[in-house]
């Protein structure tokens, strides 16, 4: 049985320390909070091992200062300073150093003082002096291991013994107090487990995911690549991730043509009284861009939906006419701080598989229906589970209340039917509320993409109106949604997912040609042609290297087929194909071969 480390009252979550000292007993409504991997224990072990860390620092660099060291998402850290200069390094000496510090099995013991005598004490250490100045209260803690003592409120671990399993993960700087006029303080990253098989658990995980990295890959398989030249978050996208790219919108370009929508474009800049109109400017200006011509402003789009509400007011539009469903792969920018830029899962400028749709109130339900049926299609496709979330309103909202229950009642029906799904209280967007699609990849991992929301408010804002059968104007519904969401994201995500094992319908280069010596050339470059014919993506290996050497190179781009050609193929017109992901090798004749492509094209629909 794990030992106890802290108790979980219905006050709060107590140390084991602080109860002991409160006399709270374990029992009744008190439970017991084990030394395991739960997310309690876990936030006790973590920041006892930020003290640790703090520990190991303070012996290994004696001048070191500290600020604070709390429990993030993904473990914990502490900022500090120091004279030294840490690197990446170092992490493995004061790693060693902390490992020992648990070894030695300290008890943590806590004390407390009166603010007043904390600030005497403290009085030549800047760091916890500005510490001291964000307590409001008139009495502060501190917990000693050793002879390192630290003021803090908790919770910690009572013995050192427990935090065993710690591994340090990333060295960064980090602003005093976040605030950028600050000094720069040193920030170690780290992660702490109950056991050493979570923590190895966890190691694995962390390499899976490395090695998935899609600017890794992204890089290995010339795809895209991001220049500071150019600017942080604006991608370039090489030939072999265009082509994946707009594999991608071709299918659903199609799909979408297939569901009845139409495809339209509207600018990338609009005028900035537009953006005033939408609500944007007061909402989401943070965000946007904006530029000057002829003295009059403009704004860049972060949005699509300005545009195509002006299709729709390009007609008179009767409540026949409706649903109507307007489609764009529309490019929009967005302000990111360059900190968060990443890949390209957070970018400046990106694409959306974006699309509006008009509809009558009474279609509201049907209308997303369709749109769950066709995300259930799509994340089919690419072998991705998935889960729902329906937000609902949000602090900061615009629209009436009466708009906000009826769209929230709609969505609510359907993803009923639809089976089950989960909710975000006040997760919705500033003008509706909507469903988000969130998708496991192959390794577990969750990813925000697709949404789907009901919008009264634009319709209300542009005064858009249809006539129905008695002649009136009528307000019709704005459903905004995005399948993939971002191109870029999505990209992202796939290679992440296939560990750039793209499947043959969306590979950059789907068949890697080698012809064995010069006279087999003419017969590569034949089938070549005949495959580009056929819509299907290739590369001929004919530099003058050897055999082994050609295969190996195409190996390398992940390319799913390739296709060997010596003088048996060219004189039967056969192909020698090795399936990279199926490992396996066959001779086919090249129309075989064609037929088999097709198939596996045709099969991959949306
Ligand atoms: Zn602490
Ligand atoms: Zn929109």
């Given amino acids: 049985m794990a030992e106890i480390i802290g108790v ?8 084991l320390i602080t109860a002991k000292e409160l006399g ?12 395991d991997n739960s997310p309690e224990s876990l936030a006790i072990l973590r920041h006892s091992s930020a003290h640790l860390l703090a520990q190991a620092v303070a012996i290994l660099y004696p ?13 914990f850290y502490y900022d500090f300073k120091t004279s030294a200069k840490i690197s990446e390094d170092d992490l493995k000496t004061i790693e060693k150093t902390m490992k020992k510090l648990a070894a030695q099995a300290r008890p943590i013991e806590k004390s407390r003082a009166a603010k007043s005598a904390a600030t005497l004490k403290y009085q030549n250490d800047p760091l916890k002096t500005e510490v001291l100045s964000r307590i409001e209260s008139e009495e502060v803690s501190f917990y000693k291991q050793g002879a390192f ?6 919770p910690h671990a009572p ?11 990333k060295l960064a700087g980090a602003y005093l107090g976040g605030d950028s006029s600050r000094e720069m303080l040193t920030r170690v990253y780290g992660i702490a487990f109950a056991d050493s098989e979570a923590l190895k658990t966890w190691e694995t995980q962390m390499a899976e995911a490395m090695r998935r990295d899609h600017r890794k890959l992204g890089n290995d398989l010339n795809l895209f690549k991001f220049t500071d030249e150019i600017g942080g978050g604006l991608a370039i996208w090489l030939p072999n991730g265009a082509r994946l790219r707009s594999k991608l919108e071709e299918l659903s370009f199609k799909a979408h043509k297939r569901r009845g929508y139409e495809p339209v474009r509207g600018p990338e800049i609009l005028k900035s009284a537009l953006w005033d109109k939408s609500g944007h400017i007061k909402n989401y200006g943070e965000n946007m861009y904006f530029t000057e011509i002829d003295e009059i402003q403009y704004g860049l789009k972060p949005m699509n939906c300005v545009g195509h509400i002006a299709v729709y007011e390009s007609e008179t539009r009767s409540f026949r ?6 489609f764009e792969f529309g490019t929009v920018h967005r302000h990111e701080q360059s900190g968060v830029l990443h890949g390209l899962l957070r970018v400046r400028e990106f694409t959306q598989d974006d699309a509006h749709i008009f509809c009558r109130e009474d279609q509201i339900a049907e209308e997303i229906e369709k749109i769950l049926e066709f995300i259930d299609r799509l994340m089919s496709l690419f072998d991705f589970k998935y889960t729902l979330t329906l937000s609902t309103k949000p602090a900061k909202a615009i629209g009436d ?4 229950v009826k769209s929230t009642e709609a969505i609510e029906s359907v993803l009923k039917k639809h089976g089950e799904y989960m909710i975000d209280e006040g997760g919705g967007a500033f003008y509706g509320p909507k469903i988000d699609v969130k998708i496991t990849d192959a390794i577990g991992r969750k990813w925000q993409c697709g949404t789907v929301q009901v919008d009264m408010n634009l319709p209300e804002r542009f005064d858009l109106h249809y006539t129905n059968a008695a002649n009136e104007r009528v307000r019709p519904v ?4 995005a399948m993939m969401g971002s191109m870029e994201r999505f990209i992202a995500i796939l290679i992440e997912h296939y560990g750039g094992e793209l499947p043959f319908f969306i590979a950059p280069t789907q068949v890697a040609i080698v012809p064995i010596g010069e006279a087999h050339n003419a017969y590569a470059r034949e089938i070549a042609n005949e495959l580009t014919l056929n819509e299907i993506d290739v590369k001929i290996y004919d530099r003058d290297d050897s055999l082994a050497k050609k295969i190996k190179n195409a190996e390398k781009t992940k390319v799913p087929y390739i296709i060997v050609l010596g003088d048996e193929e060219v004189k039967n017109r056969l192909v020698a194909l090795r399936d990279r992901r199926e490992r396996t090798q066959e001779t086919m004749s090249f129309s075989d071969f064609t037929a088999k492509c097709a198939t596996q094209i045709n099969k991959e629909t949306l």
């Fill in 159 to 169: 013995n050192t013994k427990f935090l065993a399993n710690v591994k340090l993960t």
């Fill in 321 to 326: 006419d409706l649903p109507l469903k307007f």
């Fill in 24 to 35: 709270a007993e374990i029992g009744g409504a008190n439970l017991p909070i084990y030394c």
């Fill in 401 to 404: 209340d009466r708009l906000w």
């Fill in 149 to 154: 003592e630290d003021l803090c409120r908790g």
């Fill in 478 to 481: 704005m459903l905004h949604r």
């Fill in 8 to 15: 979980k009252t219905p006050q709060g979550i107590l140390d």
């Fill in 63 to 75: 001048d070191a200062q500290f600020f604070v060291g709390p429990v993030v998402e993904e473990g």
